[in-house]
Nanobody, 125 residues
């Protein structure tokens, strides 16, 4: 059974940085996608970054491009999201999700099937 566990959330002032981690396991297939989503109170969930774990292909939402970096940690079952230049608008519950690779890992390509519990990020002004 696929499992995902997030960590690294917290509170930070605007302009600061945080690194989120997603430990994933339990796949029966060897090519998969991991993505980070976030949901702020009163807003729809949005995909913000995705990575193909068997390669180096990544995707970013316009709202985080240039500030956030998704990467595979030296521990191959960990995907991290480095978040720099954080803004109050980045305040949200952040979740990682997984699915089998199709022809793209972008969140608009195919729905993500497996989800972690989420970790809260709060950015104060």
């Amino acid at each position: 059974q696929v499992q995902l566990v997030e960590s690294g959330g917290g509170s930070v002032q605007a302009g600061g940085s945080l690194r989120l981690s997603c430990v994933h396991s339990g796949y029966t297939y060897d090519r998969n996608c991991i993505a980070w989503f976030r949901q702020a109170p009163g807003k729809e969930r949005e995909g913000i970054a995705a990575i193909y774990t068997a390669g180096v292909i990544t995707h970013y939402a316009d709202s985080v491009q240039g500030r956030f970096t998704i990467f595979q940690d030296s521990a191959k079952n960990t995907i991290s999201l480095q978040m720099n230049s954080l803004e109050p608008e980045d305040t949200a519950m952040y979740s990682c999700a997984a699915r089998a690779w199709s022809n793209s890992c972008h969140w608009d390509n195919l729905a993500y099937a497996y989800w972690g519990q989420g970790t809260q990020v709060t950015v104060s002004s």
